[in-house]
């Protein structure tokens, strides 16, 4: 039985005061949150340690990276490593976000090794695929999304496998406030479990969590999480209010 995940991805916004704030009324109101959906929170890297810091004991709310470099150490001027962000108190990292992919030119072939130094790591890479408007109007979203898995992701044994979440991103619902209709989305990530099934087995497929990251609100989660492959949700400007996110996160 897969656990619905929903994950905020707060990206490069807050300040420190307005981080702890938002986290500590996300915290305070987990316990209204159906027991069964895991909770992570995506934070700029120079909030991390507060947050940490600030976590109560028995908090539900899992703390995540959106970036790091897949090297333990070493000459990387401006950045951080995977062990850094072990060794502070991580529990999960952003890999392959569009805006990486787009902004910052990673490949399949770096976020590969992205994947690699995570699973090493011991922390849960959430792993995201999607594709750019052009390819959707062109009708070859199927094989643009297929590389990106084979690629980056479908190199892993099974049991390094079950350890990913999968976000499906349609890069032209981001951010423009347009969104994949559910039918859409539910194409989508039955495409992706069908080719999880084939790359692997089909106990791994049925337990793989595949998440939708485009544009999700508290207006359209309901309809989207109803749909059979669609496990919950990558959480972009709805993640940066707190009962947004928890409206989205108690949706059945």
């Not at 062990?83 to 890999?95: M, R, S, Y």
Request: aromatic share 8%; with cysteine; proline share 3%.
């Amino acid at each position: 039985m897969r656990k619905k995940t929903v994950a905020g991805n707060w990206k490069m916004n807050l300040s420190k005061d307005e981080a702890i704030k938002l986290f500590g009324e996300i915290e305070a109101r987990s316990e209204d949150v159906q027991d069964e959906v895991n909770m992570y929170v995506f934070a700029p890297f120079i909030y991390l340690d507060a947050l940490i810091t600030a976590k109560n004991s028995d908090s539900r709310i899992l703390i995540g990276a959106q970036n790091f470099y897949p090297a333990d150490k070493g000459a990387y001027t401006g950045e951080v490593s995977i062990t850094q962000l072990k060794n502070l108190g991580v529990d999960a990292v952003l890999i392959g976000h569009s805006e990486r992919r787009e902004h910052f030119g990673e490949t399949n072939e770096f976020i590969k090794q992205k994947v690699d130094a995570a699973i090493q790591a011991g922390l849960t890479p959430i792993f995201c695929c999607g594709e750019p408007l052009s390819v959707r109007e062109s009708g070859t979203q199927n094989d643009y999304v297929q590389t990106q898995l084979e690629e980056s992701l479908f190199h892993l044994s099974v049991t390094d496998f079950d350890k990913v979440v999968i976000a499906y991103e349609p890069i032209w619902a981001i951010g423009t406030g347009k969104t994949a209709t559910k039918e859409e989305a539910e194409d989508m990530h039955k495409f992706i479990r069908s080719l999880v099934l084939l790359k692997y087995r089909q106990v791994t497929a049925d337990l793989a969590t595949i998440l939708y990251g485009g544009s999700c609100t508290p207006s359209n989660a309901k309809e989207l999480f109803a749909m059979p492959n669609v496990d919950g949700g990558l959480i972009g400007g709805a993640s940066l209010k707190a009962q947004d996110f928890l409206e989205i996160a108690n949706q059945r």
